[in-house]
Nanobody
Framework: QVQLVESGGGLMQPGGSLGLSCIAS????????MGWYRQAPGKQRELVAT???????NYAGSVKGRFTISRDNAKNTLYLQMNSLKPDDTAVYYC??????????????WGQGTLVTVSS
């Protein structure tokens, strides 16, 4: 009943910037924590950043100071602004959200992912 759709991935040169968006839709009463995760080729999926409904954030050490996570609760939308991109940022980026559906059932949803490639 809850769907997440990411957008904004693409190809960028090292040092460049890219912004990702994730829109949650469906039967949603409330979204609690949202987050971005990524999976690089040959690597396990890892946490990039999370943000609570009250805008408390947490970042992986590898992206802290370069990436900014934010959300618009009224729009059920999550953002990730990525600056000073490095080749090792190359990965499929996934959006995640947990909360309550319109029928007050807990949910944990994932998007399909959007590919970010950082290469010169």
């Amino acid at each position: 009943q809850v769907q997440l759709v990411e957008s904004g991935g693409g190809l960028m040169q090292p040092g460049g910037s890219l912004g990702l968006s994730c829109i949650a839709s469906g039967s949603i009463f409330r979204i609690n924590t949202m987050g971005w995760y990524r999976q690089a080729p040959g690597k396990q999926r890892e946490l990039v950043a999370t943000i609570t409904r009250g805008d408390s954030t947490n970042y992986a050490g590898s992206v802290k100071g370069r990436f900014t996570i934010s959300r618009d609760n009224a729009k059920n939308t999550l953002y990730l602004q990525m600056n000073s991109l490095k080749p090792d940022d190359t990965a499929v980026y996934y959006c995640n959200a947990d909360g309550l559906t319109g029928s007050l059932r807990s949910f944990n949803a994932w998007g399909q992912g959007t590919l970010v490639t950082v290469s010169s």
